[in-house]
């Protein structure tokens, strides 16, 4: 699939099976909605990795940053983290200019943000020309359900364009290969289901093997990675919770019934609810997070 489709909005050609799940998807490519529902999940999913890193927005210091810096937040969502990392450095009397960018705008979260913060619509695989040898860091989380090999090469190509000489990029990702979420019948048959359908799309599974050896052919310096695993259960203080994994699967319904892999939105929804259930009752689920911080020489 090429690359553009990354910012292509589904139009009319949209399948029956698609509309049927009542859910906004932007762009063929990626796998998650983009919607309220969604919206909340996304933050939810925030505060579950700053958890995870010790509590940290970035694993670079913050000693790192002066006033007029200029950051980008790539895939931002609603902009929790840039509203976050900005306030953080305020309050030590760093003013950081920081750009989000995203496929959509439906998730962007505007009302209240200062006016250092900017939202735009763009793909990652298609940076502006002008914001060449522009950004001082570069923050990019959880687009690994949205990337083939094609996408990942273009995108680490325009974050190290964009970055500054000796400005840092910082990629939080999922090890798609490595969690155990298959902890019963249900469970297992999710994960049957989403690794079909990232197999269709061309989804990049091994991306901790993958994004260090991409950032150093591209041209990136002291490549350094930290792996969580996150455990999934029921209390949302011990890893990654449960409901929150399901709503993952229930975003990815749109695709899935859309490829075939499943009949209806109802079977699919009660594969959901018992893996939930699977999961809760279960001590051996897990997902795999992991930061990977690169340096432009």
């Known amino acids: 699939m090429d690359a553009t489709v990354l910012l292509t909005p589904l139009l009319s050609t949209m399948s029956q099976q698609r509309q049927d799940s009542q859910r906004y998807y932007a762009s063929e490519q990626y796998l998650l909605p983009a919607d309220t529902v969604e919206t909340a999940r996304l933050n939810t999913q925030h505060q579950v990795f700053v958890r995870a890193f010790g509590g940290g927005l970035s694993l670079i210091p913050m000693t790192n940053f002066k006033t007029g810096d200029r950051v980008l937040e790539s ?175 229930r975003g990815m319904m749109g695709p899935i019934l859309d490829h075939g892999l499943i009949e209806t939105k109802e079977e699919y929804e009660n594969i959901v609810r018992e893996s939930v259930r699977e999961w809760n009752e279960s001590n051996k689920a897990s997902i795999v997070g992991f930061t990977i911080i690169a340096r432009k020489p």
């Open 75 to 249: 895939a931002a969502g609603t902009g929790i983290w840039a509203l976050e990392f900005y306030q953080k450095h305020k309050e030590n009397g760093i003013i950081l200019d920081i750009e989000c960018i995203d496929i959509s705008d439906r998730q962007f979260q505007r009302l209240g943000c200062p006016l250092d913060i900017h939202f735009s619509l763009h793909s990652v695989t298609d940076l502006p020309a002008e914001w060449t040898d522009t950004f001082a860091y570069i923050h990019q989380r959880l687009l690994s359900i949205a990337m083939n090999e094609t996408l990942w090469q273009r995108a680490i190509s325009e974050l190290f364009r964009t970055l500054s000489s000796g400005g840092w990029v910082e990629l939080v990702e999922l090890d798609l290969k490595n969690g155990k979420v298959d902890v019963g019948p249900y469970s297992s048959k999710i994960r049957s289901l989403t690794f079909a359908i990232f197999a269709a799309k061309g989804i990049v599974v091994d991306l901790q093997g993958y994004l260090p050896l991409l950032l150093k052919q591209v041209g990136f310096v002291d490549i350094q990675c930290e792996t969580r695993v996150l455990p999934v259960g029921r209390s949302p203080d011990i890893g990654y919770p449960s409901e929150e994994l399901g709503g993952v699967c």
